[in-house]
């Protein structure tokens, strides 16, 4: 990494205050462009020209990229050359002022109950790994976590007397309960496999590997594909599938939306709404069905 991109991510994290996932972003953009100009004979970010950021930006258009990813690196360009204009490195920001347009908010993939129910017995009790993914399975869809704040629990953070687990995230904290399946789930991973699967007594993970060490999220994608695989579920599913069905299944049940975005650790509710108006739509298409004079 240049010493440009080192000061801005140092910015990033101890003057801005980002999330780990948006500086980690930011600085990956960055250092694509940077790779992109250096093939166009700059050699300093500092002395781009507006020209070449609209073509990186157009070049990545062509290249078929999402819209959210051309938004996410316009926004980690007008950062990083704003910041330049206020040290006083640069006089204008080659970054366009022009307002991005944003994509249309994605419908999110939600299994039903009974699909849920179907890849949570894929995991076989019989061994210390049936007993980790189980635990971890049910784990995340009892609470709806990110994959990344699932992989980053420690021992202490779950309360299994008490039934529930402390989840940080972003500097944030919040405590979700957990369901009795959930509960034993758990507790028998921890007292049956994590023992025999941990490298040292002093590991702090909630959940190992086979190596012993704190379990990743590739590791974890890897194992909900091959239980996805086991239980013959068409859909496209992701770590991030089950805390959508998590939040649907809330809403159709009877949950106020406040309640599940305070789960869900949204700062912002518009965050939450996608899956309300998923449950609306799915409320209006049974009673369109089902009502005699629909």
């Known amino acids: 990494m240049t010493a440009a991109l080192q000061d801005f991510e140092t910015y990033l994290i101890h003057e801005k205050r980002a999330s780990k996932n948006t500086y980690l972003s930011y600085i990956r953009d960055l250092a694509q462009f940077e790779q992109y100009i250096l093939g166009q004979g700059v050699t300093e ?36 050359y704003n910041r330049l204009v206020l040290q006083g490195v640069i006089e204008e920001s080659p970054v366009r002022h022009e307002k991005q347009k944003r994509q249309p908010a994605k419908i999110p993939e939600v299994l039903t109950p009974a699909e ?42 779950v309360n299994i007397d008490l039934g529930f687990v402390r989840c ?33 007594p002093e590991e702090h993970s909630l959940f190992v590997n086979v190596n012993g060490e704190r379990m990743t999220r590739q590791g974890f994608w890897k194992l909900i594909k091959h239980y996805a695989a086991l239980a013959n579920i068409k859909k496209d599913i992701t770590p991030h599938t089950l805390r959508h069905s998590f939040a649907v299944h809330l809403l159709e049940n009877g949950a106020d939306l406040h309640s599940v975005q305070e789960l869900l650790g949204h700062a912002d509710a518009s965050s939450t709404q996608v899956y309300a108006s998923l449950v609306k739509g799915k409320i209006k298409n049974i009673y369109d069905k089902a009502h005699p004079k629909a």
């Open 45 to 80: 970010l500092a002395d781009v020209s507006m020209d070449q950021v609209d073509a990186y930006l157009q070049k990545l258009r062509d290249e078929g990229k999402a819209n959210a990813t051309i938004i996410r690196t316009a926004a980690a360009l007008k950062c990083f």
């Open 168 to 200: 940080a995230s972003d500097g944030r904290e919040r405590i979700i309960p957990l369901y009795p399946a959930a509960i034993d789930s758990i507790r028998n991973y921890i007292n049956r496999a994590r023992r025999i699967m941990l490298l040292s």
């Open 116 to 157: 849920v129910t179907l890849l949570l017995s894929q995991p076989k009790c019989v061994d210390v790994k049936g007993y980790r993914d189980r635990a971890m399975l049910e784990l995340l869809y009892a609470t709806g976590m990110r994959v990344t704040e699932l992989v980053s629990l420690n021992i202490e953070d």
